[in-house]
C-alpha cells in the first residue's frame, strides 16, 4: 500500500510527481503529498483526500529540478493532513516518503528517540528523525544509511531528501516494491513503472536490502554493507496507452471488456500453433513429481485459487489444497514432504503471501507465482513464474486478472498430464462468449437497477464451482458498492443463514453444471417461499423459462471463467446506480503490501 515517486535533474518535477501519484493512486488514496527542493530549502504540500485535492493546494508556478510525492493507504494513524507523507526530521534538513511499516518503531522511539516530539502518528517520521540522528553522528548520508538498515525492521521503500544536497535523491528498499528509472537528463524512483512510464522504459530493480543515490545523471546502487552494485537496466514491456480509459467511464468497464482479449493473447502465450504447451519443462516437471499442491493467495486470487483446485484434482489428479495466505502463514497445516506451492497474485506485491512465501522457502519446498507482473517480489522470491499477460489492471475491484488466473491455470493443470481438452477451441469459445455478454451491458445495468438500487444485503448461492463464482461475484459487489453480500453454497443456506432473508433480499443463483442445476434451483424456490427477490444466472443449455441472464454454454471445466462476467457487471452497475467510487471503493487500495 501506498505510492512513492521521485524525480531528480530538470524542472518539470512538481507534474511529473503529481502525475506519477495519480498513477499510483491504486496503491492507497487517502491522503497525499509532495517535496519540492528549490535549491535553497525544501517545500512541502500535504493534503488528506486524493491527488486532486493536493494539486489544489499546490501553486500553478512551483516547480524544482527535484522532487518527491506519496499517495497514502493508512497503517499508523487515520488519514489526515498531519499524518500524510512526506516527513521531515525536527531540523527540515531531511524530507522522507515512506511506503511499508516499520515493525519495531515503538522500541526506535524508546531507544533512540525519547528526546524527540513528534508531529504525526506515523511509523515513518521515526525514521526520518533516527536518520537524522545517524548523519548528524557519522556526518555522511551513505554511512547514516547503513546503520539505518541495521536498526529498522519491517518493510520500507523510502525516497529522500537532503536539504544540503540538492543534486541527490536517495532511495532505500527492502520488501516494499521500488523501482529506479534511467531518463535522459533526469532520473526517476517510484513504487511502479507505471508510474515513470511516460518517461523512459528503462529500469533498474534494488534487492531487499539496497539503497542508490540518483542524480541527474547517474544512478548508483549499493548493497546493504555499502559496496557499489553492478546492476543492469531492463526494459519494461508497457505501453503508456494501457494507463488510458478509451472510450469507458472507469478503468473496471474497460477492464471488463478486455477479458476476450486477454484470454486470446494467452492461449497464444501458452500454447503453440499445434496446441503444445509452452509452459517451461522445469515447471511441469516440478509439477509432475508433486505429491501434493498448496495454492495460497488471498481475495479474488484465493477465489481462483478455489477453482484451480478443481482443475489440478480433474486434470492432473494432483491433490490440492487452497489456503488463504494470511492464515495459511500463522496456522500452517500439516505439509507432506513432496508438497509443492503454487502463489497466485495479480499484483506479485501481496505481503501475506509474501509472508507465507517466505516461510515455505525456509522449510525447503519450491514454488511457482502465477502473476500478471514480472519482475514482482513474488515472482522474484519464488522458483518459478507464470504470467498472466493480463496488461496492468487498474481498477481496485480485480476482474480480468481473475480470469486470467483461470485461464492458467487451466492451461497449467491440462499441461501436466496432457488432459484431454482442447483448450485452444475452448478458450475460443469462452472469449467469444464473454463477448457476448460484453453485449449484454443495457441488461444488467437494468438488472442492478431493479435488484441493488436499495438494499443493504444480498446473496449470491451456487453449488459446485458455481459456489466458487459465487464467493468471487460476492466480493465484487460488496467491494465497490457497498452492499454486505454473501456468496454461499446453494445448499448450506438452509442450515442457519437462510434466517436472514427478508422480503426483497436480492438472492442470485449462478447455475452452470447440470449435475447441480435442479438442486440449486430448489435452493432458490425455498429462499423465494420466504420473500426473496430472486434472479438466475445460467447456461444456455440449462436454462428455463424464467430464468433472468442467460449465456453461451462453454466447457463445463470453464464456466467459471464465463459465469463471473455478468455478476462483475453487476456488481459495476449497483456501484454506479448508488453513486460510489467504482474504481476507487472505500478503505481499499490494489496493492496490499501489509500483513
Ligand atoms: C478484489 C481484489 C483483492 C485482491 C487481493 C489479492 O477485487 O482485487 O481481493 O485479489 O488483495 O491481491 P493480489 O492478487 O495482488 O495478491
Not at 79 to 102: A, E, Y
Request: proline residues 3%.
Amino acid at each position: 500500500m501506498c505510492g512513492i515517486v521521485g524525480m531528480i535533474g530538470q524542472l518539470g518535477t512538481k507534474d511529473m510527481v503529481l502525475k506519477g501519484l495519480e498513477t499510483l493512486e491504486y496503491r492507497g488514496y487517502d491522503s497525499a503529498g509532495i517535496a519540492l527542493h528549490t535549491g535553497e530549502e525544501v517545500v512541502v504540500y500535504r493534503e488528506k483526500g486524493r491527488i486532486a485535492d493536493l494539486k489544489q493546494h499546490v501553486p500553478t508556478q512551483a516547480d524544482a529540478t527535484l522532487g518527491i510525492g506519496h499517495t497514502r493507504w493508512a497503517t499508523h494513524g487515520r488519514p489526515s493532513k498531519r499524518n500524510s507523507h512526506p516527513h521531515q526530521d525536527s531540523t527540515g534538513r531531511l524530507t522522507i516518503v515512506h511506503n511499508g511499516v516499520i515493525e519495531n518503531e515503538k522500541q526506535i522511539r524508546h531507544e533512540y528517540l525519547s528526546d524527540i516530539t513528534f508531529v504525526s502518528d506515523t511509523d515513518t517520521e521515526v525514521i526520518v528523525h533516527l536518520l537524522s540522528k545517524l548523519l548528524a553522528k557519522s556526518g555522511n548520508m551513505s554511512a547514516a544509511l547503513i546503520e539505518l538498515q541495521t536498526i529498522l525492521h519491517g518493510s520500507y521503500a523510502l525516497a529522500i531528501i537532503d536539504r544540503e544536497q540538492p543534486e541527490v535523491l536517495y532511495a532505500v528498499k527492502n520488501k516494499s516494491p521500488l523501482l529506479i528509472g534511467k531518463g535522459e537528463g533526469a532520473n526517476y524512483l517510484g513504487s511502479d513503472a507505471l508510474a515513470m512510464i511516460e518517461q523512459t522504459k528503462h529500469f533498474y530493480e534494488l534487492n531487499d536490502g539496497e539503497f542508490a543515490l540518483l542524480t541527474k545523471q547517474s544512478v548508483q546502487i549499493f548493497s546493504k554493507t555499502g559496496s557499489l552494485v553492478d546492476r543492469e537496466t531492463y526494459e519494461a514491456q508497457i505501453d503508456a496507452n494501457d494507463l488510458a480509459k478509451g472510450p469507458f467511464k472507469h478503468y473496471m468497464m474497460k477492464e471488463m471488456h478486455e477479458q476476450p482479449a486477454v484470454i486470446r493473447r494467452i492461449t497464444k502465450a501458452y500454447l503453440t500453433d499445434e496446441n503444445e504447451t509452452r509452459i517451461e519443462d522445469a515447471i511441469l516437471t516440478a509439477l509432475r513429481q508433486a505429491k501434493r499442491l498448496f495454492i495460497l493467495a488471498a481475495g479474488t486470487s484465493y477465489h481462483a485459487g478455489l477453482v484451480g483446485k478443481q482443475y489440478f484434482e480433474t486434470m492432473a489428479q494432483i491433490p490440492t489444497e487452497v489456503h488463504i495466505a494470511s492464515e495459511f502463514v500463522y496456522n500452517m497445516p500439516f505439509i507432506p514432504e513432496g508438497s509443492f506451492f503454487i502463489f497466485i497474485s495479480q499484483s506479485g506485491e501481496t505481503a501475506d503471501s509474501r509472508a507465507a512465501l517466505v516461510a515455505i522457502r525456509e522449510r525447503g519446498f519450491e514454488a511457482l507465482t502465477i502473476t500478471n507482473v514480472p519482475g514482482s517480489t513474488l515472482s522474484r522470491e519464488a522458483n518459478y513464474t507464470l504470467l498472466l499477460h493480463a496488461g496492468p489492471e487498474i481498477a481496485v475491484a480485480s476482474t480480468k486478472a481473475y480470469t486470467a488466473q483461470l485461464t492458467v491455470l487451466a492451461l497449467t493443470a491440462a499441461a501436466i498430464k496432457q488432459y484431454a481438452i482442447d483448450l485452444k477451441l475452448e478458450l475460443a469459445r469462452v472469449a467469444t462468449a464473454m463477448e457476448h455478454i460484453c453485449e449484454m451491458s443495457e441488461q444488467f445495468e437494468m438488472l442492478a437497477q431493479n435488484y441493488f438500487a436499495h438494499g443493504q444485503h444480498a446473496f449470491y448461492i451456487g453449488r459446485h464451482v458455481d459456489y466458487f463464482v459465487a464467493l468471487e461475484a460476492a466480493l465484487k459487489l460488496k467491494e465497490i458498492s457497498y452492499i454486505h453480500t454473501e456468496g454461499f453454497a446453494a445448499g448450506e443456506l438452509k442450515h442457519g443463514t437462510i434466517a436472514l432473508i427478508e422480503e426483497g433480499t436480492p438472492v442470485i443463483g449462478l447455475i452452470s453444471q447440470q449435475a447441480i442445476a435442479n438442486h440449486t434451483r430448489s435452493n432458490l424456490q425455498e429462499v423465494s417461499a420466504r420473500g426473496a427477490h430472486t434472479a438466475t444466472v445460467v447456461f444456455e443449455s440449462l436454462a428455463q423459462s424464467g430464468d433472468t441472464i442467460i449465456i453461451d454454454d462453454v466447457h463445463t471445466l470453464l464456466a467459471p471463467l464465463v459465469m463471473v462476467v455478468p455478476v462483475q457487471f453487476l456488481a459495476y452497475y449497483a456501484a454506479y446506480i448508488r453513486d460510489c467510487d467504482i474504481d476507487k471503493p472505500r478503505n481499499l487500495a490494489k496493492s496490499v503490501t501489509v500483513e
